[in-house]
């Protein structure tokens, strides 16, 4: 989901970057998630010590310590990240603040699926 996510940047945001966008994103992985890329690092970041913790790094109070310090900087970023994107984008970002979910992929997809029903009608 990552990749994709940096393809779709890349192909449709308009600068040929991965960091910067001249179009306000809403499609592929967008569609379902505000921050793809925020919640595949979560993920990551989360799932990684445990299984670490399976095969090589027993899981400490410290590894949860650090987790938890990892979701909530990753947390900020995305605030911080929104808060760019308002100042760029206006009311057109704030209304995708208002269809999509930041993290929450169930959400998202459920968005996605009542979308796809109405268009249907």
Avoid at 23 to 52: D, M
Avoid at 83 to 94: A, S
Avoid at 104 to 115: E, H, T, V
């Amino acid at each position: 989901m990552m990749f994709y996510a940096h393809s779709i940047k890349i192909k449709k945001g308009g600068c040929r970057s991965d960091d910067h966008t001249v179009i306000l994103l809403k499609e592929g992985a967008y569609r379902i998630l505000r921050h793809p890329e925020g919640f595949v690092g979560l993920i990551w970041f989360i799932t990684a010590p445990i299984i670490l913790n399976l095969f090589v790094i027993p899981f400490t109070v410290l590894s949860v310590l650090g987790e938890a310090v990892i979701v909530l900087a990753l947390f900020l970023q995305t605030k911080q990240e929104e808060e760019f994107n308002i100042l760029k984008w206006g009311d057109g970002y704030r209304q995708y603040m208002k269809e999509v979910p930041r993290w929450n992929i169930f959400g998202g997809l459920w968005n996605l699926r009542k979308g796809n029903l109405k268009r249907r009608r």
